[in-house]
């Protein structure tokens, strides 16, 4: 199995940016498609974004759509998530979740589509 550790997480002023990384060993990222979910404060956790196994496709949910990018880069074995403009309600623990489909299915967003998670990182962003 791959294991998965997030890093980069931090407190940023609203408006702000943070890139949060997700780093695998074990096995090689490129057998994953990729995911970042988070879990907000008293909230249960919600898919982010999802990104292929090349990085070519890749889906977002609607409040981070055009804030947010997934990207990875499988020859250091790091899969990244750039955020921009963020905002009080984006503060959660940020959690990379590995999936061994071989291609994004319609149900992507679901936690179960994915076989190995992170621990997480804090992202905190104040007013």
């Known amino acids: 199995q791959v294991q998965l550790v997030e890093s980069g997480g931090g407190l940023v002023q609203a408006g702000g940016s943070l890139r949060v990384s997700c780093t695998a060993s074990?096995?090689?990222?490129?057998?994953?498609?990729m995911g970042w979910f988070r879990r907000a404060p008293g909230k249960e956790r919600e898919f982010v974004a999802v990104i292929s196994r090349s990085g070519d496709s890749t889906y977002y949910t609607d409040s981070v759509e055009g804030r947010f990018t997934i990207s990875r880069d499988n020859a250091k074995n790091t899969l990244y998530l750039q955020m921009n403009s963020l905002k009080p309600e984006d503060t959660a623990v940020y959690y990379c979740?590995?999936?061994?489909?071989?291609?994004?299915?319609?149900?992507?967003?679901?936690?179960?589509?994915?076989?190995?998670w992170g621990q997480g990182t804090q992202v905190t962003v104040s007013s």
């Open positions: 979740a590995a999936s061994e489909l071989r291609y994004i299915t319609s149900f992507y967003y679901r936690e179960s589509e994915y076989n190995n």
């Open positions: 074990g096995r090689t990222l490129s057998n994953y498609r």
